[in-house]
């Protein structure tokens, strides 16, 4: 007698990382903007969200009456193929089998291990071109805990030896944010460490304008203790 075996059953996998995209498997699932508020706004808090709360959240402009029904209605269209959302009580939770990739960023933020592929992810926004107030607060979280992970990964990487993806790390978090000195700072380091004093005075000198330009202001005495050799010997 032949044994059948069961496939697995694929997790739904919801990605807020850029862009919002909804899958089960292999497979896409459409998701009209109204539910795609909904399921992000679940993804984004960590307890049940009040009904309240997610109707005045997600249709801000619409009587509270209104609001309500366009709830409902966003959840009468996640309810199939996969339920996607659970009620508890009064107030929603996200599915627990829902895989979210912004949950599974945030624990690499938290403790960054010395992984090549954790750069990819800690310069990719969350939800690029949402501007729902209760969007931003977590994009503006999520920028600051995505920059300090960038500058610990490159530190972890320097201390293996491998100033490769120590550079890729630090100049991710650059170009996240063109006026944070310490990010400048680690890639003048770098540069240094590497022989390239030529690289770290241009890398010196690019923030420095960029700062005058944008703010006004001066580099601090840390990044330029950096380079004062090299501002010496280049008089």
């Known amino acids: 007698m032949t044994e059948l075996t069961c496939a697995p059953v694929p997790r739904p996998h919801l990605q ?5 995209r909804l899958g089960l498997g292999a497979v896409p699932i459409h998701v009209v ?3 795609q508020r909904l399921l992000a706004l679940l993804a984004l808090r ?4 009040p009904r309240a709360v997610a109707a005045a959240s997600l249709w801000p402009e619409a009587t509270a009456r209104r609001a309500a ?3 409902r209605s966003s959840l009468w269209r996640l309810g199939r193929p996969t339920p996607l959302v659970v009620a508890v009580d009064d107030a929603l939770a996200l599915n627990a089998q829902v895989d979210v990739d912004f949950r599974r960023a945030c624990a690499l933020a938290a403790e960054p291990g010395a992984d090549p592929d954790a750069v990819a992810v800690l ?4 939800l ?5 107030p209760w969007v931003q607060a977590e ?4 920028r600051q805990a995505r920059l300090r992970a960038l500058e610990v990964l490159s530190e972890r990487f320097r201390c293996c030896g491998d100033h490769h993806h120590a550079h890729q790390a630090a100049l991710a978090a650059v170009q996240t944010d063109p006026l944070r000195e310490s990010a400048h700072r680690t890639l003048v380091a770098l540069h240094l460490a590497d022989g390239n004093p030529a ?5 010196y000198q690019s923030y420095r304008t960029l700062l005058r330009a944008e703010l006004g202001l001066e580099p601090s005495p840390h990044i330029h203790d950096l380079i004062r050799p090299l501002l010496r010997s280049a008089r």
């Open 69 to 71: 029904a366009c709830l």
């Open 128 to 132: 690029p071109g949402w501007r729902q």
């Open 46 to 49: 960590e307890g049940p969200v």
């Open 16 to 20: 807020l990382l850029d862009g919002f």
């Open 123 to 126: 310069k990719t926004d969350l």
């Open 199 to 203: 690289q770290a005075l241009r890398q």
């Open 139 to 142: 994009q503006d979280w999520w």
């Open 33 to 35: 903007p109204g539910a």
